[in-house]
């Protein structure tokens, strides 16, 4: 099975981030099954980087990864209540960290963040949320969070995406 990873750069030897910033599901490696989702992320962060063009690096895993008995492995099927709030969670709590070497589920964007961001504020409730988050068609991440889980990400190649 084949992951993709969007960024600025060629990534062929990933590594857990430990930076300050920390993703929907904590801190790691973000992947993502969706060639499409990997290249907006790319563009993203070359525009933020004011490079021309972004790099996707692609990876191949066993096709049975998910079911991997030596992983510790969390999957968020839908965007329900126990995704928002492990997702709100890693947001609010920096210092947060679960036990997990992989989670999988739906990616955040913009719109995710714009209901997330309504709820914080006591704008709206969960249960609204949560409707709301069901009528979005939304790709998906995965997340290796461990030493460990990276050791199954093998590299296989790199595209470059030009900025719009």
């Known amino acids: 099975m ?3 990873h969007g960024s600025h750069l060629e990534v062929k030897n990933p ?3 430990t930076s300050s910033r920390v993703g929907d599901f904590g801190r790691g490696f973000y992947t993502t099954s969706s060639l499409e989702q990997a290249r907006r992320w790319a563009q993203i962060r070359a525009k933020q980087e004011e490079l ?7 990876f191949e895993v066993p096709d049975n990864l998910f079911e991997h008995p030596e992983l510790r492995i969390k999957t968020f099927e839908t965007a329900d209540e126990e995704w928002l709030d492990f997702v709100l969670t890693n ?3 920096v210092d947060f960290e679960h036990e997990f070497d992989l989670v999988r589920g739906l ?3 913009d719109r995710v963040y714009v209901c997330l961001n309504m ?3 006591g704008l709206a409730d969960r249960e609204t949320v949560i409707k709301k988050l069901k009528t979005y068609v939304l790709a998906d991440q995965i997340l290796f969070h461990t030493a460990k889980s990276l050791l199954f990400l ?4 790199t595209e470059e995406v030009l900025c719009k």
Do not use: C, N, Q
Request: proline letters at 0%; hydrophobic letters at 45%; aromatic letters at 8%.
């Open 154 to 157: 093998e590299y296989a190649a």
């Open 91 to 93: 947001r609010k709590d």
């Open 119 to 121: 709820l914080e504020d």
């Open 52 to 58: 021309s063009a972004g790099i996707v690096t692609a």
């Open 107 to 109: 990616v955040a964007d």
């Open 15 to 17: 590594k857990i981030l």
């Open 2 to 4: 084949k992951l993709y």
